[in-house]
């Protein structure tokens, strides 16, 4: 009794231990941001035993965590000494970073880790010679918009994975996340072959990694005929999205188009077989044909109409627009699907095979391929190898019906 009064004057009290390097971390990041709820720990030993700072980052009432980096942009990992003066200071300047993007409203949610400083410059300098090639590349505006985006998310991903650009790396790039049978992945690998060969580095595509032909399955364009398009439409009660489904299977318009065309003056003309409106997507004026003029005699136009942004000519759509429009069409759609099927059709419609099958129409009717794509507010070559790549035997019947007409016109018959 005497020697554990000696030893303490409180003999009832537990001595306490000292607190850790990571509480003190995590007392200091208190003081510098106070309020905060987070603290410094170390991962599990599966996970390799780096330096969290943990707490509720998705605002979600879950734990979740971030990883510290130390000076050289890896995770900082537990060893038996402790931190230096050094990696503590940066410890604490990057987690009060971290917390004080989180109090703003912002995402720490980046998984993107800094690259060794050479790399980063040699893949700056080699970005820029594939973008400069790019931009003066004889091409359209919209294909050189993707591939600028294919570039970016390259060098991107390069960086952030701590690799060098050469065939392996950049092919790999292309097939993550993608099919071979996909456009978009022949667009990475024409990017990534792009930047190899401008680097002067050699380019081997293996024969297992090579594009395929796209598969695309859409059994309502391939099979559908104009009976059963107008059967549709009658199944739709909706007046508005009738209406909508009227004029997008008669001009072949996108959708984002309908609400742009000039419905007023088209009106005041008696209805003729064409009508003047504004492509979102290209950013020009369009002249659209209605084919067959029967699909939109009775129509009642107003109700296609969005209030504020159904007026032209025009110059640009805003972004705002463009949302409202998208939204507009995406509702309409949804009506038109619901409807169709519980009332047994066949096939799931979406607006995209209404355009291909007036593709296919306007080819069968004999309309001249050039002013078929104007109509469409799309170049021929792209006319001819998106849309009229479906149904073939619908192409190859209409030239036959077109060849033997032609013939009988001069007086001749087939040999």
Not at 186 to 205: F, H, M, N, T, Y
Request: one cysteine or more; aromatic letters at 6%.
């Amino acid at each position: 009794m005497f020697l554990q009064s000696s030893l303490s004057p409180f003999p009832d009290r537990i001595p306490m231990a000292l607190p850790t390097e990571l509480a003190g971390l995590t007392h200091e990041l208190k003081e510098a941001v106070p309020g905060q709820r987070f603290r410094f720990e170390w991962s599990s030993k599966a996970q390799g035993v780096h330096l969290l700072l943990c707490g509720d980052w998705n605002r979600n009432g879950r734990r979740s965590s971030r990883t510290i980096q130390g000076p050289d942009g890896l995770a900082i990992t537990k060893a038996r000494q402790q931190l230096s003066t050094t990696t503590r200071q940066h410890v604490l300047a990057t987690a009060r970073k971290l917390v004080d993007l989180w109090n703003q409203g912002g995402s720490t949610n980046s998984r993107h880790r800094p690259c060794h400083p050479l790399i980063t410059s040699a893949l700056k300098q080699q970005k820029r010679v594939v973008i400069d090639h790019i931009k003066v590349k004889p091409s359209q505006e919209k294909s050189k918009q993707k591939h600028l985006r294919h570039v970016h998310s390259l060098f991107d991903w390069l960086e952030t994975s701590r690799r060098d650009l050469d065939g392996p790396n950049s092919q790999q790039w292309a097939r993550e996340g993608c099919r071979l049978d996909t456009d978009n992945y022949s667009d990475k690998i024409r990017v990534a072959k792009w930047a190899c060969e401008l680097q002067g580095l050699p380019w081997v595509l293996p024969p297992t990694h090579k594009p395929k032909t796209p598969k695309v399955a859409r059994p309502f364009v391939d099979r559908a005929t104009d009976a059963d398009v107008l059967r549709a439409i009658t199944l739709v009660t909706d007046p508005v999205a009738a209406t909508f489904f009227r004029v997008v299977a008669a001009t072949g318009c996108r959708p984002s188009e309908v609400a742009l065309y000039n419905w007023e003056e088209w009106d005041r003309q008696g209805r003729p077989n064409v009508i003047e409106g504004f492509s979102r997507k290209s950013q020009a004026p369009l002249t659209s044909i209605i084919h067959p003029v029967a699909w939109m005699k009775q129509i009642n136009w107003k109700l296609v109409c969005i209030d504020g942004i159904s007026h032209i000519p025009r110059e640009s759509v805003t972004e705002e627009e463009s949302s409202e429009l998208t939204r507009h069409y995406s509702d309409l759609l949804r009506k038109v699907q619901d409807e169709t099927q519980a009332k047994g059709f066949e096939w799931r419609i979406r607006w995209t095979d209404l355009r291909h099958l007036w593709t296919l129409r306007s080819d069968s009717d004999g309309l001249n391929t050039r002013t078929a794509a104007l109509s469409q507010s799309h170049s021929e070559h792209m006319h001819k190898r998106v849309y009229l790549r479906h149904n073939p035997r619908r192409q190859v019947v209409a030239e036959a019906e077109r060849f033997a007409q032609t013939l009988s016109q001069r007086g001749l018959t087939h040999a």
